[in-house]
């Protein structure tokens, strides 16, 4: 024991502490951890370092996920919207959409002018140099192959083609009127840059059947002469647009984002023109030119109440294939002037019997010369000693003499005024562009003659239109209806709505225009008209024929109404400088018979019943 405590000290024995160090070391008790030795001093800070290194690593990842989570967030949610928007916007490619342009018919719905589904090649020349040869024998790339490959397609040229596909214009045509079997070659074949659009070609399918009435249109389908540019801004349809997504060639990506502002198509007209009567007046006119060797001429054909059925022109053409009269005017019949002659005289007749100043048998003794108070001679047509006639015989003989002996019984104010409302000087306002006014000089302006010319048809200027309207207002019992064309519009869903009606104006009794209408019908029977006769159909008419002077020449004339008792059809034939002769009566009245034969078959107009009791043109 230990003198200072009073233990005994436990003493271990060098075999006891060996022991110890080979023991088994006992575990720890539950519930506790067990404590590693320290380590041994200066040993290295290997794994201390590592774990550093690894928990740095992972905090930048942390720091990066979350940078790009954040940006995801901020792009996905906050700018996303505006970002597919941006980009859908430069994906998405316009194409117009054009609306069919209205149809032009004549009376009977037959069809004049249509359009048709045509299309149009159109390149992007930018995209066009990207091209490269995938597959093609050539191995041509840019311009050269695109030109190489789509050149047999549309019938080009490959060089000239390839002419216009290099540049750094975006939009160019490079074929027009491409057929539709065509258009989808082109599209098939899935060139860089070249693109398909379809269009609507304009077509007559007529011909030349009132080609100088119809007009055509340009390349743009723009109304460009006759109806077509008279009527363009009722014809053309309003364009639409269609917007899609579209893939790097242009195509449009199926199921893609597309919008659509429908066309709306044009209206169509329908016109009072009868075709095979225009086919017949145009055929009837050629005939005479070339017989007769004149430098042109004009057919009109209307009712009495305004509705023009045929105007024919000698200078006829095919607008599908216009030419160059493009820049022409297209109806003489309408914009040419010229003396009327002694068709006018009907103006005159008529003027004097509604003034009482004379009757249709009243006498007088014509010779054939007439000195003016100014000491000018007016003469007739043909030497002659005194005659004597009628009022009847002078107008059914159309002597200018026994003509002036009436009208001088006019006041020269009385004259200007039955010109002017029978429609000289004035337009008649048909729907033809580049009609003329013609020529009516107010009396302070007629100087010589003139004062006495203007009753036999001198010293005015008319168009054949104009003075086929003066034997119109006739056979309508004294009332001029403005002549027209239009009959009524169809609207794009098919409903028809008739023109409104053309207001008359009474320019003389019906009284009078019943007298002058049987006077006419004696210069048929027993004056120069003859030629003008139509089996089964009573005829009242005028001839005429007038110097002219720019060019130098004559104009023949026939203007005449039938059936007389019952009147329907107008037909005015109009010749310019005949050679073989200048008389209305021998080259204008036998067309007029022919033309208005046909008229009034076509019409279905009965003949004639009883027969005319006419005034007496002589007298004893």
Known sequence: MSERTGTVPRRRTAAAAERSRVAPRRPAPAGTRPVRPPAAPGAPRTVVASRARMTAVLVVLCLVLVTFAGRLVYVQVVTGPEVAA?????????????????????????????????????????????????????????????ASRLAPVLGLNPAELGGDLVGDRGYVVVARDVLPDVARAVRAMRLDGVGVEKVADRVYPKGTVAGNIVGFVNSEGEGLQGLEFALDEHLRGTAGQERFESGRRGQPIPGGVSEANPAQDGRSVRLTLDSDLQWKAEEQLRAKVAETGADGGTIVVMRPTGEVLALADSTAFDPNAPGDRATEGLSPSVADIFEPGSTSKVVTMAAALENGLVGPTDRFEVADRWRTPQGETIKDS?????????????????????TVLIGERLS?????????AFGFGSRTGIEVPGESRGLLRTPDDWHGRDEYAVLFGQAVG???????????????????????????????????????????TQVVSQQTAATVLSMMESAVDDGTGGNAAIPGYRVAGKTGTAQRFNPSGYTASFIGVAPADDPQVVTAVVLHNPRSSIYGGTVAAPVFSAVTGYALQQLGVAPSGAPATLFPTTWE
């Open 86 to 146: 941006i980009a859908r916007e430069k994906r998405m490619a316009t194409a117009q959409v054009l609306g069919a342009r209205g149809e032009i018919t004549d009376a009977g719905g037959v069809v004049l002018a249509t359009s048709v589904e045509r299309y149009r090649v159109v390149v992007n020349q930018k995209q066009v140099a990207t091209y490269r040869a995938r597959g093609s024998s050539d191995g041509l790339d840019g311009a050269a192959g695109v």
């Open 462 to 504: 008319v168009n054949a239109l104009q003075v086929a309207s003066v034997f119109a207002t006739i056979a309508n019992d004294g009332v001029r209806v403005p002549p027209h064309l239009i009959a009524g519009w169809t609207s794009p869903d098919g409903v028809f709505e008739p023109a409104a009606p053309r207001e008359g």
């Open 382 to 402: 043909h030497d002659h000693g005194v005659e004597k006639l009628t009022a009847t015989g002078i107008f059914a003989e159309s002597s200018n003499v026994g």
């Open 412 to 420: 020269k104010d009385q004259r200007y005024q039955y010109l002017s």
